[in-house]
């Protein structure tokens, strides 16, 4: 089933959140793997399997692979900022918000 785990459907309502507040005009949004995974509370290696089965099942599209560094103060690259393009049809309506960026309180109202 399509978006069965429970990973994929929190990558996808992460990544329609992120499109939503910080989409480009050509409907790109920039961010690195690791600080996504960060917020959702997850790890970085289920974000990147997730996103091949979101990019697969066509609901977004990876656009620049690579894209500006990220540093901490050692110099040490710690990730790369990567462009995403979601590839479903959007609108913006609907019953659910997000409240103080809480991904996880919007997730259990969505799916419980």
Same mark, same amino acid.
């Given at each position: 089933?399509?978006? !069965?785990?429970?990973?994929?459907?929190?990558?996808?309502? @992460?990544?329609?959140?992120?499109?939503?507040?910080?989409?480009?005009?050509?409907?790109?949004?920039?961010? !690195?793997?690791?600080?996504?995974?960060?917020?959702?509370?997850?790890?970085?290696?289920?974000?990147?399997?997730?996103?091949?089965?979101?990019?697969?099942?066509?609901?977004?599209?990876?656009?620049?692979?690579?894209?500006?560094?990220?540093?901490?103060?050692?110099?040490?690259?710690?990730?790369?900022?990567?462009?995403?393009?979601?590839?479903?049809?959007?609108?913006? !309506? @609907?019953?659910?918000?997000?409240?103080?960026?809480?991904?996880?309180?919007?997730?259990?109202?969505?799916?419980?």
């Amino acid at each position: 089933m399509r978006f !069965s785990k429970r990973t994929s459907r929190l990558c996808a309502l @992460g990544l329609l959140l992120l499109w939503k507040a910080q989409a480009d005009e050509e409907g790109v949004v920039s961010f !690195s793997q690791r600080d996504f995974a960060n917020w959702l509370g997850i790890r970085q290696t289920q974000v990147s399997t997730t996103f091949d089965e979101l990019e697969l099942f066509d609901f977004m599209k990876r656009i620049k692979a690579g894209g500006e560094q990220s540093f901490v103060w050692s110099g040490r690259i710690v990730g790369k900022r990567m462009g995403y393009r979601i590839q479903i049809k959007t609108e913006n !309506s @609907g019953n659910y918000i997000i409240v103080n960026n809480d991904i996880r309180a919007l997730y259990h109202s969505v799916f419980d």
